[in-house]
């Protein structure tokens, strides 16, 4: 099912007649300020997709779908690889203090860990390092592998897997961070990092839908 992003007039538009349908062409372009034409293919728009309907001599009405409505319908069509970030690590033979380095310079609350053949073998989070530190080990000696969460227990995310899923995944497991992973070999779990998806990529994706934006992932 392709899904169609809407204007931001589009939803003025939809919203009007939800408030005050039904309500003729002219009437909406009034409240507008623009002229009956320049909303002929908005309305078409809103019809063809089930967000409105219209009556000869009575004007549009609203089908029932709500702005929330239109808000999931918008993210259902946005992928992982629309919002993942570019991921930050450090490979595994590094000591601990190299993952709370690269955490302050990135400015990251989690650090990618690759093996030899530079495929994911796990993450170091700020609660890892702070555990470490608060049971008086040495970060500049410890290997940040004896404090990273293995790739076993970890929780990743695909390019094509759809925003949705990867958000629920995050509040699921209450974590702050998925790995953006590619398999590279069938049957074994061995995965290239291709990016990485926070919680600050969904609250850059709700403020670019609030202020219109949200076509800018569907292209």
Do not use: W
């Amino acid at each position: 099912m392709s899904i169609i992003a809407l204007s931001s007039r589009q939803k003025r538009i939809a919203e009007i007649v939800r408030l005050e349908g039904p309500i003729t062409g002219e009437n909406i372009a009034e409240r507008l300020s623009v002229t009956r034409a320049a909303l002929r293919s908005d309305l078409a728009i809103l019809v063809m997709g089930g967000i409105l309907d219209a009556r000869p001599k009575v004007g549009y009405f609203y089908t029932g779908k709500n702005t929330l409505g239109m808000l999931m319908e918008e993210i259902s069509g946005i992928k992982v690889s629309d919002l993942q970030s570019v991921p930050v690590a450090i490979k595994s033979d590094k000591m601990a203090y190299e993952a709370v380095i690269t955490m302050f310079l990135e400015d990251v609350g989690s650090v990618m860990i690759l093996d030899e053949k530079g495929l994911l073998a796990g993450v170091v989070s700020r609660k890892d390092l702070l555990k470490a530190a608060i049971n008086n080990n040495d970060l500049r000696t410890l290997p940040v592998v004896m404090v990273m969460t293995p790739l076993s227990k970890m929780i990743v995310a695909e390019p094509d897997d759809s925003a949705a899923s990867a958000a629920r995944k995050l509040i699921d497991n209450e974590i702050d961070c998925l790995p953006v992973v590619k398999p590279v070999n069938n049957g074994r779990r061995d995965y290239e990092l291709v990016g990485r998806i926070t919680k600050t990529n969904f609250t850059r994706l709700l403020v670019d839908l609030a202020e219109g934006k949200g076509g800018n992932y569907h292209k």
